[in-house]
């Protein structure tokens, strides 16, 4: 039986219906901030969507950088390919690929031919992890194309704290997302980083965490 496609379903009308303006967009603005990409430096964006980090990373990494975005749905990328549409090739790519089993050499390759070194300077994964069955292997897949010492961060969801936030957390993220509100993925960061920083927002519902690639990663126990 195939599986249900809820983000190809829902591609053309996502960025409204996930209440990204009133909830999810100020969690993203705040990782991006926290994990402060260089000007110039090559930032993939692991579970880019419809692309709504891809304008906001562009603008932090200026006109000599690069972003790549990556994901597996193509209905998704198709709406994520019309909003980058005014950004020159050299500034912002697609990738459609699933994370949990990505080919490092298709990334490398990408980056090479963007004259880039095939080492990326930050990942950033917004509201993706805890919608990945086995996101522990789309992380690793990814931090491994990072440079030592680059830049990670990570935003997701957990149970807020307030009792008016929890219906919504539970109907948006869960139902409409499929998101594992248990899942902590920001862990996988704090194992692989340094200089660790955690913020969050929405009374704990959106955790956002930054750090400092290690040079050896995946190595350490989770806490």
């Known amino acids: 039986m195939p599986t249900f496609d809820r983000y190809g379903l829902f591609a053309p009308v996502y960025d409204v219906l996930s209440a990204e303006a009133p909830l999810y967009r ?12 260089e000007r110039g430096s090559v930032v993939l964006d692991l579970g880019c969507g419809t692309g709504l980090n ?13 972003v790549l975005g990556i994901d597996s749905n193509p ?12 950004y020159p090739v050299g500034r912002v790519q697609l990738l459609e690929a699933d ?3 990505l080919d490092p ?19 950033f994964a ?43 957390a539970a109907v948006l ?3 409409f997302g499929g998101a594992d509100l248990a899942s902590q993925p920001w862990r996988l960061l704090e194992r692989d980083a340094t200089d660790v920083v955690q913020h ?24």
């Open 26 to 37: 100020a969690g993203r603005l705040a990782g991006i901030r926290l994990m402060k990409p």
């Open 54 to 66: 891809l304008p906001l990373l562009a603008r932090a990494v200026g006109p000599a950088g690069l």
């Open 75 to 86: 209905r998704m990328l198709a709406v994520a390919r019309r909003r980058i549409a005014k």
């Open 99 to 101: 994370a949990t089993t």
């Open 105 to 123: 050499e298709r990334v490398r390759r990408m980056l090479t031919a963007a004259k880039r070194s095939p080492l990326a300077d930050a990942l």
């Open 126 to 168: 917004s509201y993706t992890l805890s919608v990945i069955p086995g996101f522990e292997a789309a992380w690793d897949a990814t931090v491994a194309l990072v440079a030592p010492d680059g830049r990670l961060g990570v935003v997701d969801v957990q149970p807020p704290r307030a009792a008016p936030l929890r219906p919504l």
């Open 173 to 175: 993220p869960v139902v």
């Open 200 to 223: 969050t927002l929405r009374d704990g519902h959106i955790v956002i965490t930054a750090g400092t690639r290690r040079e050896t990663v995946g190595a350490l126990p989770l806490r």
